[in-house]
């Protein structure tokens, strides 16, 4: 080979290399800018406005009420027809920046591009590079808007952003730090906060787009928006709670929920610590735009709590989750004391959620994402009436919610004054009208706290109100409604006619795995006088609506294997994954054990898989969906018989007087022994 042709070759093959090697160089490149854009459209929150189904990302079609008409998000994916996929980088920009489209046309500024507007080249590159390559392309028409003349012509919005519309993008202060600086970009830019928490204007514009100014005071100070209210931001917190708030869901000051639960699951999650540190910082320098203080108190007022209507709503359907002192269970269940949203001046929010319910969001650190039961039955005067004890309580200073208000915002969401089915849940504040309420007071506080008041005759670490849900309130989960009807009556298990003092003393004995009580004493005379006052109008013979825990489900085969799958899924988070419990720092029970020394012997009902199958069936887990009035149930018929076959028959205590059930046979199939 000539020297010549030797150079030659070496020449392509040197060409090749490097060729290959830039390739590769600018494929990782590529990548990167991608990756940025992806975490950056995170920020955006596109995916949330954008997707209105979960196998259909960015293809547009959700819908938003304004006062207007109703509005629907485009197609963002990069395909050719119908959505963004011919578009240039230049008319990408100007579609975010400006809200404006190839063709000319103006986006309504449900688009947050006065936002958007700050957004840096840097950063508009990578998205474009997102949207263009990390998408996938979904045809999906666009839905035709449903707007008010004039609202309809678009060529209006030109008028508005001549107004509204501030070009440039973010500068920063340099009299500020580099991360006050990324915060303070990533809040008024991209994050579009200021589209939630800032107040608009006679044209619907944000009165500010930043703090900076003589409107700079109405930045992030709180607004009203499809009857969701979002609080004021300033300085409420530190930069820490701030940044928790923005990465769990939640922090000691609350837990977020309806469109900021969306917000956390699907955007403020996946930003980086550094980021969400800038944020905090930012947010904390802003200017108070009222003064807020928080409570020192932990005490609760036991004569409001527990005589007065407020608080006995409080205690019948709020107690189980956020505790008879308000404290809530961490990580699960919000505190009430000094919950920022719960003092809010504004109660929109406090009474959209309380009537609708919510969900906070499943992040990373909490994949729980606990449900707000909605509580739509409930009358304007009781949710009045609960909303008012809380905002008075353990420290907080709020005014009371009056009646109205409540039925303002039912109206405005267009709900039904009650939605009562053939249950008739009683209620606890109505036992204040009886001449005896002081004794039915103290039957509800034994049900309650049995272990704690019967010392003596509870041999574990459960109340009445453990299988009995509410006190005994709660459709399908052991209701007192109408039960003292039926009594006295014969009873297979004992083989022989009983009274109900008789059937509560089993219940001591076997649930409660301890000692029967005299049935002349003040306390079994108070349990059987509340129960009584719970029974409603029912006549005797006659069928009892919710009556028990529901039918037994015999024809499916328990499989205890896979019921073990489904405890640690669905039921460890609250009774522990040995089954023993969640116990609060001073000793109580937030929820029960359920096997264990400390739970329930052979001899009770609750031991048998099939009665405890349909208890889990309608009842478990709670905080799981919207059900009044506790989130209960969801699971199927298979998943509830085999997680009941796997924690029945988990080691629990004996029942010494076993050998003398059922003297006269009908002994179930699934008895213990």
Not at 414 to 424: C, V
Not at 454 to 467: A, E, I, M, Q, R
Not at 547 to 569: C, D, L, S
Request: aromatic share 10%.
């Amino acid at each position: 080979m000539t020297h010549r042709l030797q150079f030659i070759c070496f020449t392509l093959l040197f060409g090749l290399l490097t060729s290959a090697t830039c390739s590769a160089a600018n494929s990782v490149d590529s990548n990167n800018l991608i990756d940025k854009g992806a975490y950056l459209a995170r920020i955006g929150d596109c995916v949330a406005c954008h997707t209105s189904h979960d196998d259909q990302p960015m293809a547009g079609g959700v819908a938003f009420s304004t006062p207007f008409g109703r509005l629907y998000s485009t197609n963002i994916t990069p395909d050719p027809e119908t959505g963004i996929g011919k578009y240039t980088y230049q008319d990408f920009a100007k579609a975010l920046r400006e809200g404006i489209t190839p063709d000319g046309e103006h986006l309504y500024p449900a688009m947050p591009y006065t936002s958007f507007a700050k957004i840096t080249d840097e950063d508009m590159q990578a998205l474009y590079a997102y949207f263009m390559k990390g998408v996938k392309p979904i045809h999906a028409e666009e839905k035709q808007n449903q707007l008010h003349f004039p609202f309809n012509i678009r060529a209006g919005i030109a008028v508005w952003n001549q107004f509204f519309l501030n070009k440039g993008i973010y500068q920063n202060d340099s009299t500020q730090s580099s991360q006050w600086n990324r915060g303070a970009y990533l809040v008024q830019g991209l994050g579009h906060c200021g589209s939630c928490h800032t107040p608009r204007g006679y044209g619907m514009e944000e009165k500010t787009l930043s703090a900076m100014g003589k409107t700079g005071r109405f930045y992030l100070s709180g607004n009203t928006i499809e009857n969701w209210h979002a609080v004021n931001l300033k300085n409420h917190w530190n930069s820490n709670q701030f940044a928790e708030f923005l990465k769990t869901g939640q922090n000691s000051y609350g837990t977020a929920y309806g469109t900021m639960s969306e917000v956390v699951h699907h955007s403020t999650q996946y930003l980086s610590d550094n980021d969400l540190a800038a944020i905090g910082d930012y947010l904390v320098s802003l200017t108070p735009a009222s003064t807020f203080s928080f409570s020192t108190t932990t005490k609760s007022d036991e004569k409001a709590l527990y005589h007065t209507r407020g608080g006995l709503g409080y205690i019948q359907f709020c107690s189980t989750c956020h505790q008879e002192d308000g404290q809530g269970v961490t990580h699960y269940f919000p505190t009430l004391k000094n919950n920022t949203s719960l003092l809010s001046d504004n109660t929109t929010s406090l009474i959209h959620v309380l009537l609708t319910g919510s969900y906070a969001p499943k992040t990373h650190t909490y994949e729980s994402g606990f449900a707000m039961p909605a509580f739509q039955q409930l009358s304007n005067k009781e949710i009045a009436e609960i909303l008012t004890f809380i905002r008075t309580q353990w420290g907080n200073h709020a005014q009371v919610i009056r009646e109205e208000e409540v039925a303002t915002i039912r109206q405005q969401l267009n709900l039904s004054n009650t939605l009562p089915g053939k249950f008739n849940t009683p209620r606890f504040a109505d036992m204040l009208d009886r001449p005896n309420s002081s004794q039915l007071i103290q039957g509800m506080s034994i049900m309650l706290h049995t272990a704690q008041l019967l010392p003596n005759h509870v041999g574990n670490d459960l109340n009445c109100t453990s299988c009995h849900l509410n006190a005994g309130t709660v459709e399908l989960a052991g209701p007192y409604v109408g039960l003292t009807s039926v009594f006295p009556s014969y009873r297979p298990r004992a083989g022989k006619v009983i009274d109900f003092k008789d059937r509560l003393n089993g219940c001591m004995q076997r649930s409660m795995n301890g000692k029967p009580l005299d049935k002349n004493s003040v306390e079994i005379n108070a349990m059987v006088a509340f129960i009584d006052a719970m029974k409603s109008p029912v006549a005797p013979k006659a069928a009892i609506p919710g009556r028990g825990v529901g039918k037994k489900m015999y024809a499916v085969i328990a499989n205890e294997t896979h019921g073990k799958t489904v405890y640690q899924e669905k039921c460890a988070i609250c009774h522990g994954k040995d089954g023993a419990g969640l116990k609060a720092k001073d000793g109580h029970y937030y929820f029960p054990p359920v096997w264990g020394a400390r739970s329930f012997n052979i001899g009770a009902g609750m031991s048998r898989t099939y009665t405890a199958a349909a208890f889990v069936k309608h009842d478990m887990p709670i905080s799981n969906n919207m059900n009044f009035p506790l989130g209960q149930g969801g699971l199927s018929d298979q998943d509830a018989v085999d997680v009941a076959q796997y924690f029945t028959h988990q080691a629990r205590p004996d029942f010494a007087k076993k050998t003398k059930d059922w003297p006269q046979g009908g002994k179930p199939q699934d008895s213990r022994y």
